[in-house]
């Protein structure tokens, strides 16, 4: 069975040929609605249809971090132009640009960044590469997705390590190209306001002066004719581009007063570890990611004529969405489904898993391991292999509508990066891989031949839905860190003690512009696959909430309030942590805490003052615990408002005070185990106990929040 309302839903359990939770796959790109900034850069006697100005145009995003560089420049198709440190309007299209961020357009493959000019007839020196993915497209399969989209428009995040062999991040550590790149932009760096010697610190934004571009575009051989930025030495390599920055030097003496004069010089070398890189790897791959088998609406179609051909006497599906913390570790549920045809009728079994392991800061899945989360279920203990790239887990297998259809013969990696852009081509181990049981029956046995091709185990596709920031201020993480009370406000129903809404318990009256987050409408799907489907409309009793009170393991009784604090790592990262059982965490002591979220990226308004700091919270990893295990909630902390409440991440959320949601992908599905395969969900208003417990499966799917600062007196 099924409820959906909203965002929140419940598994179905129908034959698996029906199934349909399309969660991941492609990448859509919406049609651009950019515009053109011309500036004031144009070469005399540029050819017809050549770019010789600086042109705006996409709604493609790529945001550079760790370092930021301000005046790198970048191209992808008809867009050319450089990294600005501070927001700024492209003025056709009035869409306001991030920082340190490339605009490209819709249907561009890559993003090249470089020094010097690449105007009609310009020199450059290549600095790095970005593949971009494009739509996946796949006749079979027919498989659509729902690109990481935020304000309207596709955001990728990078870092350094990103654009030496992209799609794939290499390691930072002990990695020349890396380290090159590091110290050329620092190097070449200073702050943009003043000019002061950049060695002197080897840390923040860094604004590479435009005479450096000239000097490359006018002066490249006898500057750089033997410059290599992937030079293995670190003294072969600053040599090479030693002329450079003397010629910048000299260039720039005559701008000092006496006695002010500084030099551009390379920083000493880093050795094997650069901090300031790796802290920016660790940032970007904090955010919620989704993977399946067989979680799409053609189901094993996708794979039926593949050398990953499913057994369809006993078919798999595995459904997860994880968060991803700035320290690599993985929270998250997923369901997983089996349909036994081996004998004379079919047995369709369904169960809940919880995660462990890490997405390490190559994001490569490492140790990640899916167990049995309900514990009277059959074994299921699953591992994780391969990693992402571009933002998307691949399955390295080409998909075919029918034995005789060569058309989609392309892997799926190939559909998304094309190959001839001559970037990194994916390995065995890159592929996501499932391996191990499903509700005690084996993944191999759930193919017709699993050593078809490699690697071995149920083929996982997946990628990124949402992401926090690359970081947040220090001002903002020393403002919102400390200790916080967490209220799961539930629904009444009629069931409810004080007849009227009058109860204590049923305290607090939904406003009109906060009843849409509590469910309203769902519907029941047929377990079976007929068209037996009913839709239901249902409304909360008296438009009240009260607290809800899920003790550890989804009983029903258990603390009201949760304790949860805010903690500043060492890496500058907002790790949020709970205690046990509702108690506050002692994270620096022997006691118990749970990291179960982050602080994600920083709402400001036109004059650039922080108005709410989102934070991404998932309340699992540890069922015997953890108070609301299971619960799910994005919001973002108002910084302008008394207590620091937490409210809708969204600019008429902030304005008004609405109240952040929480979903709950755990208690409900407890409470449908327990449940026979003829319950009639539809019976909503009767008296009998069918009635009691569909009122409060819908009670335990969303609601809201209550979320403020402890030791804070507001009027």
Same mark, same amino acid.
């Given at each position: 069975?099924?409820?959906?309302?909203?965002?929140?839903?419940?598994?179905?359990?129908?034959? @698996?040929?029906?199934?349909?939770?399309l969660?991941?796959?492609?990448?859509?790109?919406?049609?651009?609605?950019?515009?053109?900034?011309?500036?004031?850069?144009?070469?005399?006697?540029?050819?017809?249809?050549?770019l010789?100005?600086?042109?705006?145009? /996409?709604?493609? !995003?790529?945001?550079?971090?760790?370092?930021?560089?301000?005046?790198?420049?970048?191209?992808?198709g008809?867009?050319?132009?450089?990294?600005?440190?501070?927001?700024?309007?492209v003025v056709?299209?009035?869409?306001?640009?991030?920082?340190?961020?490339?605009?490209?357009?819709?249907?561009?493959?890559?993003?090249?960044?470089?020094?010097?000019?690449?105007?009609f007839e310009?020199?450059?020196?290549?600095?790095?590469?970005?593949?971009?993915?494009?739509?996946?497209?796949?006749?079979?399969?027919?498989?659509?997705?729902?690109?990481?989209?935020?304000?309207?428009?596709?955001t990728?995040?990078?870092?350094?390590?990103?654009?030496?062999?992209?799609?794939?991040?290499?390691?930072?550590?002990?990695? &020349?190209?890396?380290?090159?790149?590091?110290?050329?932009?620092?190097?070449?760096?200073?702050?943009?306001?003043?000019?002061?010697?950049?060695?002197?610190?080897?840390?923040?934004? *860094?604004?590479?002066?435009?005479?450096?571009?000239?000097?490359?575009?006018?002066?490249?051989?006898?500057?750089?004719?033997?410059?290599?930025?992937?030079?293995?030495?670190?003294?072969?390599?600053?040599? /090479?581009?030693?002329?450079?920055?003397?010629a910048?030097?000299?260039?720039?003496?005559p701008?000092?007063?006496?006695g002010?004069?500084?030099?551009?010089?390379?920083?000493?070398?880093?050795?094997?570890?650069?901090?300031?890189?790796?802290?920016?790897?660790?940032?970007?791959?904090?955010?919620?990611?989704?993977?399946?088998?067989?979680?799409?609406?053609?189901?094993a179609?996708?794979?039926?004529?593949?050398?990953?051909?499913? &057994?369809?006497?006993?078919?798999?599906?595995?459904?997860?969405?994880?968060?991803?913390?700035?320290?690599?570790? @993985?929270?998250?549920? /997923?369901?997983?489904?089996?349909?036994?045809?081996?004998?004379?009728?079919?047995?369709?079994?369904?169960?809940?898993?919880?995660v462990?392991g890490?997405?390490?800061?190559?994001?490569?899945?490492?140790?990640?391991?899916?167990?049995?989360?309900?514990?009277?279920?059959?074994?299921?203990?699953?591992?994780?292999?391969g990693?992402?790239?571009?933002?998307?887990?691949?399955?390295?297998?080409?998909?075919?509508?029918?034995?005789?259809?060569?058309?989609?013969?392309?892997?799926?990696?190939?559909?998304?990066?094309?190959?001839?852009? &001559?970037?990194?081509?994916?390995?065995?181990?890159? !592929?996501?891989?499932?391996?191990?049981?499903?509700?005690?029956?084996?993944?191999?046995?759930?193919?017709?031949?699993?050593?078809?091709?490699?690697?071995?185990?149920?083929?996982?596709?997946?990628?990124?839905?949402?992401?926090?920031?690359?970081?947040?201020?220090?001002?903002?993480?020393?403002?919102?860190?400390?200790?916080?009370?967490?209220?799961?406000?539930?629904?009444?129903?009629?069931?409810?003690?004080?007849?009227?809404?009058e109860?204590?318990?049923?305290?607090?009256?939904?406003?009109?512009?906060?009843q849409?987050?509590?469910?309203?409408?769902?519907? *029941?799907?047929?377990?079976?696959?007929?068209?037996?489907?009913?839709?239901?409309?249902?409304?909360?009793?008296?438009?009240?909430?009260?607290?809800?009170?899920?003790?550890?393991?989804?009983?029903?009784?258990?603390?009201?309030?949760?304790?949860?604090?805010?903690?500043?790592?060492?890496?500058?990262?907002?790790?949020?942590?709970?205690?046990?059982?509702?108690?506050?965490?002692?994270?620096?002591?022997?006691?118990?805490?749970?990291?179960?979220?982050?602080?994600?990226?920083?709402?400001?308004?036109?004059?650039?003052?922080?108005?709410?700091?989102?934070?991404?919270?998932?309340?699992? /990893?540890?069922?015997?615990n953890?108070?609301?295990?299971?619960?799910?909630?994005?919001?973002?902390?108002?910084?302008?408002? %008394?207590?620091?409440?937490?409210?809708?991440?969204?600019?008429?959320?902030?304005?008004?005070?609405l109240?952040?949601?929480?979903?709950?992908?755990?208690?409900?599905? @407890?409470?449908?185990?327990?449940?026979?395969?003829?319950?009639?969900?539809?019976?909503?208003?009767?008296?009998?106990?069918?009635?009691?417990?569909?009122r409060?499966?819908?009670?335990?799917?969303?609601?809201?929040? &209550?979320?403020?600062?402890?030791?804070?007196? %507001?009027?």
């Amino acid at each position: 069975m099924r409820i959906t309302t909203g965002e929140a839903q419940i598994l179905s359990v129908r034959r @698996l040929a029906s199934v349909a939770a399309l969660l991941v796959s492609g990448l859509l790109l919406s049609a651009c609605n950019g515009g053109e900034d011309f500036s004031d850069v144009r070469l005399p006697g540029c050819a017809f249809g050549a770019l010789c100005q600086e042109n705006i145009v /996409g709604e493609v !995003f790529i945001e550079v971090v760790g370092p930021k560089p301000e005046n790198l420049r970048y191209r992808c198709g008809n867009s050319i132009s450089q990294l600005r440190s501070e927001p700024f309007e492209v003025v056709s299209s009035g869409r306001i640009i991030p920082p340190y961020t490339a605009v490209c357009p819709n249907n561009s493959q890559l993003v090249d960044f470089f020094i010097g000019s690449r105007f009609f007839e310009g020199t450059d020196l290549p600095f790095g590469r970005v593949l971009i993915p494009s739509t996946l497209t796949q006749t079979g399969a027919r498989t659509a997705a729902v690109p990481v989209r935020e304000q309207g428009r596709m955001t990728l995040r990078v870092t350094l390590a990103d654009m030496v062999d992209s799609p794939r991040r290499v390691p930072q550590a002990n990695n &020349n190209a890396v380290r090159n790149r590091w110290a050329l932009l620092r190097a070449l760096g200073s702050p943009s306001d003043d000019l002061v010697n950049p060695v002197a610190g080897t840390e923040g934004p *860094i604004s590479i002066p435009a005479l450096v571009h000239e000097l490359v575009d006018t002066r490249f051989e006898e500057l750089l004719g033997t410059a290599d930025l992937d030079a293995s030495d670190y003294n072969t390599f600053t040599a /090479g581009f030693q002329p450079l920055l003397d010629a910048l030097n000299d260039e720039l003496a005559p701008e000092y007063e006496p006695g002010e004069e500084v030099r551009y010089a390379f920083p000493a070398n880093p050795g094997a570890d650069i901090a300031e890189v790796r802290r920016a790897m660790d940032q970007t791959r904090a955010g919620n990611l989704s993977l399946g088998y067989n979680d799409t609406s053609v189901g094993a179609a996708e794979y039926l004529f593949s050398g990953k051909a499913p &057994n369809l006497e006993l078919l798999g599906l595995f459904t997860s969405d994880l968060l991803v913390l700035p320290t690599g570790k @993985l929270l998250g549920l /997923g369901t997983v489904l089996v349909a036994d045809s081996t004998g004379t009728s079919t047995t369709t079994r369904r169960g809940l898993v919880a995660v462990d392991g890490e997405l390490n800061n190559e994001l490569v899945f490492t140790n990640v391991v899916f167990e049995n989360l309900l514990g009277a279920m059959d074994t299921t203990s699953m591992d994780l292999n391969g990693r992402v790239l571009a933002d998307y887990v691949f399955s390295g297998v080409a998909g075919r509508a029918n034995e005789d259809d060569d058309t989609d013969a392309r892997r799926d990696f190939e559909l998304f990066l094309r190959p001839e852009l &001559n970037g990194y081509e994916p390995l065995d181990p890159d !592929f996501g891989r499932l391996d191990g049981q499903i509700l005690g029956y084996d993944t191999v046995d759930m193919l017709e031949d699993d050593t078809a091709i490699t690697p071995e185990g149920l083929p996982v596709r997946g990628g990124r839905t949402s992401r926090g920031s690359a970081s947040v201020s220090a001002a903002v993480l020393d403002e919102i860190e400390g200790i916080y009370t967490l209220t799961i406000m539930r629904g009444c129903t009629v069931d409810d003690p004080g007849d009227g809404g009058e109860s204590p318990e049923c305290f607090e009256e939904i406003t009109e512009e906060e009843q849409t987050d509590y469910p309203v409408r769902f519907q *029941i799907v047929n377990p079976d696959g007929g068209p037996d489907e009913l839709e239901v409309t249902f409304s909360f009793d008296f438009a009240r909430e009260r607290p809800g009170s899920f003790s550890v393991g989804g009983g029903e009784t258990g603390p009201l309030e949760t304790c949860v604090e805010i903690q500043r790592d060492a890496n500058d990262n907002g790790i949020i942590y709970v205690g046990a059982n509702g108690a506050c965490p002692d994270i620096d002591g022997p006691g118990d805490s749970f990291p179960v979220g982050f602080v994600g990226n920083v709402v400001n308004d036109e004059d650039g003052d922080s108005l709410g700091a989102v934070v991404f919270m998932l309340l699992t /990893g540890d069922e015997d615990n953890i108070a609301q295990y299971g619960v799910r909630i994005e919001g973002a902390i108002a910084l302008q408002e %008394c207590g620091l409440p937490l409210v809708r991440p969204s600019e008429e959320g902030l304005e008004n005070g609405l109240r952040a949601r929480w979903i709950d992908n755990y208690r409900p599905v @407890l409470i449908q185990a327990e449940l026979d395969d003829d319950h009639d969900y539809g019976n909503l208003d009767g008296n009998d106990p069918e009635a009691e417990v569909n009122r409060q499966l819908v009670s335990n799917l969303q609601g809201l929040v &209550n979320f403020t600062r402890d030791g804070v007196a %507001c009027p």
